[in-house]
């Protein structure tokens, strides 16, 4: 069964990568504590762990499956938990590895027995179990003598291992016969790496491909035409923004250059003629789905002719010139909608230089800050609350992604980072939204609806939060 991707995987780490497309590979060959409902994003079913409490507001105690191996053998419990969380934060290899940023907060784990172990977190977290289904278990010692070793040869619980991986070309996978919840009906998968639309459409048209991720709307009369494939769909909870880098000396800084760029921008329409309608405006990163959602917070209203004034008020009457690099293959839509996005600043003065790269390029820029004073991006937000995206995208700090600083923003973030009480949250998400419109250090776009091609052939249902698993799938 071959599923084909826009973009390659970055690393077989698990640690060290936050990108869906690299995830979802490696959740074929490792597993979580806790799985989340495909249909419900706020429940969560059990995996590696069988049973869960809190015991008060910072510990969380989890019960393990008994019987779990290692692809190499090992036996899974509850030192390997320790370890993961240990590497994953630094304190086994003395670097925090990149997934430790979406673990705010979270002290550590100690081992009460060889199935049991509990997380110590150093203050209330809303976002810990919401991010858990993304934590892959590694095996204790792993990344001890190298901490790359993991990055070509992963080792985990999960039902399929790796057999080869084609760098930006193909990643094989075959399941394990001794897999701990049986074995997969699929016994073999393949991840295609195709980044032009039309190579996957044809692929899928033919046969060679099952499963089609990031479907373009204009794809979709050919699959429904084609006979062999079907168009399924998914609420998104991937929010498309511009990411404007105010850190960096230049109009951008310029709050009202920001607004200005917002309200020249016809987002309505980019949906409604681009999109083919497979897109929501929001105002900031909230959809009317996620935790938080205030409709009192309306989205910047296009207005071109209050644009020109705001951009004349800051000294910019004659616009100015700014480069917006665009990953290619990763997110649907992007080089269309920041191709229109340049036609819309260009109407009020601003020359936008769309810069088209590679994700794995992309990705190591964004990684390390080195970009430029834009870049197109679409973040998956699988915890369905804001706040995690504030603290990657808006809070100040390099912990994140954050191209902006307001130290008040910061401070109602983290109030809302540690606070549990659903009302009271909701209140606080409220306010971030309102400063975040207010200054807009972001040009604020919508949310995607998933799109995927599926052959005939496949029986397989999309999950809400954009992952591709096929322990669970079969074939006709």
Known sequence: ?????????????????????????????????????????????????????????????????????????????????KYTVDAMLGTATGKPTLHASNFKGLKGAEVVDAHTVRFLMSTPSPLFMPRLPNLFMIPEG????????????????????????????????????????????????????????????????????????????????????????????????????????????GPLQNRDVRLAMNHAVDMDTIIKTVMGGYGSRVATFTPDYFVGYDEANKPLKYDPELAKKLLADAGYADGFSMEMMVPAGRYPFAEQVSQAIQSNLAEVGIKVKLNIVEFGVFADATNSGNVPESYYAAYGNSTFNPIAEYLLAARTGKSGYSLYSDPSLDALIDQAAVTVDPTQQDALISQVEKKLLADAPFLYLYSQVDLYGVSQRLVWEPSVDESVYMYDAETK
């Open 1 to 81: 069964m071959t599923i084909a991707q826009g973009v390659d995987p970055t690393t077989m780490n698990p640690l060290q990568q936050r990108e869906t497309s690299t995830s979802n590979v490696l959740r074929h060959m490792y597993d979580p504590l806790v799985t989340r409902n495909p249909k419900d994003p706020s429940k969560y079913e059990p995996d590696l762990a069988t049973s869960w409490k809190q015991v008060d507001a910072i510990t969380y105690e989890f019960t393990l499956a008994d019987g779990v191996k290692f692809s190499d053998g090992s036996t899974f419990d509850a030192a390997d938990v």
């Open 142 to 249: 792993s990344l001890d003598a190298d901490p790359a070793a993991l990055d070509s040869k992963p080792i985990g619980t999960g039902p399929y291992t790796l057999k080869t991986w084609d760098r930006n070309s193909q990643v094989v996978l075959d399941s394990r016969s001794d897999y701990f919840r049986g074995a997969a009906r699929i016994p073999s998968v393949t991840f295609k790496t195709i980044a032009d639309n039309s190579a996957r459409m044809a692929g899928l048209g033919s046969g060679d491909i099952d499963l089609v991720t990031n479907l373009a709307p204009d794809s979709v009369p050919e699959v429904e035409g084609a006979g062999n494939a079907v168009v399924k769909q998914s609420p998104s909870a991937r929010i498309a923004t511009i990411w404007l880098n105010t850190r960096t000396e």
